[in-house]
């Protein structure tokens, strides 16, 4: 069946400029979350997303980054103003209720110019 | 809070040979544990977990962790690699309660088969 996709695959930006990434999980999964790939700071979560429950936003690194799953399924993650040290892979995973497998998509690379 | 320290940065080893990818983990809390691999410009891919029961895990492609509570470790192994097993690795932990199954990673094991 269809994994989790993600698009674009490779986004060039200027500094400053607003990004949407956006990420389709596997149907049915409940769960949904975000990391950040990046020479420094290795594997880095981000948010989390399960159902109808409040997201969980502790690992966004600034006020610039946002994000919403419309209807339980599909996200998008925003970040606003962008800056140079947003450049990395940002990596959308998605599970079942139990979570205890999460499947990720090939990821969005981001670089700001 | 939780942390993952992955021992090696990058292993080389020759095709045949065995290999173990090192794991230790600090959390105050019960965890599950997983190791994913990442080839060159793919997502992550997920060998193997462990969430209770036998210490000893199977995963795919051949490989196998053993899960160590007392020493806090859970190291990856493989008996005889293949070039195609060269990947980054990644060992992760996530609290085994509660609702919030947000992964933590260590930094990844730059694994290199050379023939």
Same mark, same amino acid.
């Given at each position: 069946?269809?994994?989790?996709?993600?698009?674009?695959?490779?986004?060039?930006?200027?500094?400053?400029?607003?990004?949407?990434?956006?990420?389709?999980?596997?149907?049915?999964?409940?769960?949904?979350?975000?990391?950040?790939?990046?020479?420094?700071?290795?594997?880095?979560?981000?948010?989390?997303?399960?159902?109808?429950?409040?997201?969980?936003?502790?690992?966004?690194?600034?006020?610039?980054?946002?994000?919403?799953?419309?209807?339980?399924?599909?996200?998008?993650?925003?970040?606003?103003?962008?800056?140079?040290?947003?450049?990395?892979?940002?990596?959308?995973?998605?599970?079942?209720?139990?979570?205890?497998?999460?499947?990720?998509?090939?990821?969005?690379?981001?670089?700001?110019? | =809070?939780?942390?993952?320290?992955?021992?090696?940065?990058?292993?080389?080893?020759?095709?045949?040979?065995?290999?173990? &990818?090192?794991?230790?983990?600090?959390?105050?809390?019960?965890?599950?544990?997983?190791?994913?691999?990442?080839?060159?410009?793919?997502?992550?891919?997920?060998?193997?977990?462990? &969430?209770?029961?036998?210490? &000893?895990?199977?995963?795919?492609?051949?490989?196998? =962790?053993?899960?160590?509570?007392?020493?806090?470790?859970?190291?990856?192994?493989?008996?005889?690699?293949?070039?195609?097993?060269?990947?980054?690795?990644?060992?992760?932990?996530?609290?085994?309660?509660?609702?919030?199954?947000?992964?933590?990673?260590?930094?990844?094991?730059?694994?290199?088969?050379?023939?």
């Amino acid at each position: 069946g269809a994994g989790v996709s993600q698009s674009p695959s490779n986004k060039v930006t200027e500094k400053g400029k607003d990004v949407e990434l956006r990420c389709d999980p596997i149907s049915g999964h409940t769960a949904l979350y975000w990391y950040r790939q990046s020479l420094g700071q290795g594997l880095e979560f981000l948010i989390y997303f399960q159902g109808n429950s409040a997201p969980d936003k502790s690992g966004l690194p600034s006020d610039r980054f946002s994000a919403e799953r419309t209807g339980g399924s599909v996200s998008t993650l925003t970040i606003q103003r962008t800056q140079q040290e947003d450049s990395a892979v940002y990596l959308c995973a998605s599970s079942s209720y139990t979570g205890n497998e999460q499947y990720f998509g090939p990821g969005t690379r981001l670089t700001v110019t | =809070a939780q942390s993952v320290t992955q021992l090696d940065s990058q292993v080389p080893v020759f095709e045949e040979a065995p290999v173990e &990818l090192r794991c230790n983990y600090s959390s105050s809390v019960s965890v599950y544990l997983f190791w994913y691999v990442q080839y060159p410009n793919q997502g992550l891919q997920l060998l193997l977990k462990y &969430l209770s029961g036998s210490t &000893l895990v199977k995963g795919i492609n051949g490989f196998e =962790a053993e899960f160590n509570k007392s020493q806090t470790s859970f190291h990856l192994r493989k008996p005889s690699v293949h070039i195609s097993d060269t990947a980054e690795y990644f060992c992760a932990v996530r609290n085994s309660g509660g609702s919030n199954y947000k992964l933590t990673f260590g930094k990844g094991t730059l694994l290199t088969v050379n023939p």
